[in-house]
């Protein structure tokens, strides 16, 4: 058993660990140290590259460069012992469709090595805290999207990994099922390493202990919630609700705060300083008649938009 | 044993696909019964020539469903999951092997059976016709896991062909020598001509191991050879 790492408190440690798809660079020689027990969110938008780091850490994808640990042991010299530790609830549903909810959960505790007793525990527990009890006995194909991605998930758990990956665990759920996922994950919280990609600000926030916010493969900023709104805090968000908004009274405006984002019914502006009346009298001179405006607490979306200039949700 | 109960859920898939399963015991045994009346003009269809030929065809569906059943779960997010388990490549090609063991002895007792109430004689030791054709039968379930761990499961049907047709060239019901020595040469290069050379010169020339020992190798190697190599590609597939 290689155990490299010095810091027994760390479960996870990469280095420059890179992944190139020939000549695209999909993850960017990214540095990361997640503490044991630590609930740890990649956030970012489509494409940043948060599957491909998940699985240069589940030993499913080979990096290009750099390396990773998890628990100390190398992920590429000793898949076996990382995989012994962990487990992944991939970013697409995954089932086997033709057994049912039980079948599923018993074929993931057996591959593991758990007793029949043991997996007949545990999957009962996961089924009553999924919500999926009353219907373990159908063929999972005939369940709802939501019933598949919670069996799913219930499915990374059977193993009781001490590390668990979440690839976008709430992806296609309604607002409902995404809630109650939630809550699910924070029973979990402090109990086991979990990594989490997202790119729901609401679900990073309200769920991770600390956030990466990742884009073009690149780690751009790392901290508690609280601190990375924090390093945009001496930024004020202005919202304007107004009709007949025009491309250029935007443009116009942008000239003075260029960090500008378009939402539903107006426009939110965020600066370092804002002059409330000048932007009104712009505003007006442009004829647009303004319905409202407000201040409003950063989000972890305007941190975004500050670091890289485009929005997460598009 | 913790691929064991992987096989179990490969067991399962196999069962739903019922036309491929059904086709693997129909096919050969339709075609056992068309041909077999020819035997009085033709004596490569004489059940002892016909039934290890028609065996063989059998055993080219064990290649495409397994192949089919690796594929698919190879397209689908549930093998990641399960590659995240603690499991070897050898274990992984267990699993998506072992269902098909049974088929394969069932579909011989099945044409044997036939063939033995169509007047199947025997001059050797069957225990060592079915020796060869169960070595052989892995033989085509390697095939199918060199298939299955390389191949889309869009491509899989024209494997499935390739191995039919070098199955049938490889003299399944006819004499190879009808297409010269060349042509011969090059198909006793592959495991198929050998089999059944073997169980048809202990059938019908009550040959003993001895005699039938190089065609014995050929098969026992080629097996081992699918194997290896199905393993080597499916790890090749593991950590891409
Ligand atoms: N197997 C692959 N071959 C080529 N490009 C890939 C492959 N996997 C991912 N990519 C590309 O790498 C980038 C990052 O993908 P991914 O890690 O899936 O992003 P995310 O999970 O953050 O949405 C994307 O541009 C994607 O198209
Ligand atoms: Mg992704």
Known sequence: MSNTTSDNRIAIQTSNISRNFGDFIAVNGIDLSINKGELFALLGPNGAGKTTTIKMLCCLLRPTSGTATIMGHDTLKDPIAVKQIIDLSPQETAIAEHLNAWENLSLMGRIHGFGKDEVKKRSEELLEMMGLRSRAKEQVRKYSGGMKRRLSI???LVSDPQVLFLDEPTLGLDPQSRRSTWEHITELKGKKTIVLTTHYLEEADSLADRIAIIDEGNIIALGTPGELKDSISDMQVMVVKAKSLTNDAIEGLRKIYPEIKEVDGGIEIKAKELNFNEIVDYLRSKEVVIESTSQKQVTLDDVFLHLTGKELRE | MRFL??????FKEMFLDYLSLGLAMGLPIALLLILSPISKVEVMFSPANLAPGITLFAFV???????MILAKDRDSALLSRLLTAPLKPKDFISAYSLPYIPVAIIQTALIFGIAALLGLETSGNLGLVFLVLFIMSLGYIGLGMVAGSRLTYKQVPYAYTAVLLLTIFGGAWFDLEVFGSGFQSVMNLLPFAHALD??????????????VAVDFYWVMGYTIVFFALGIFLFRRKMVE
Do not use: K, W
């Not at chain 2, 569906?61 to 192949?67: E, N, R, W």
């Not at chain 2, 073997?198 to 005699?211: C, E, I, K, L, N």
């Open chain 1, 154 to 156: 219930a499915m990374a």
């Open chain 2, 5 to 10: 109960a992987l096989a179990q859920r490969n």
């Open chain 2, 61 to 67: 569906m064990l290649q495409f469903s397994s192949s």
């Open chain 2, 198 to 211: 073997a169980t048809r010169d202990v059938m019908v020339q009550g040959a003993g191991f001895s005699d």
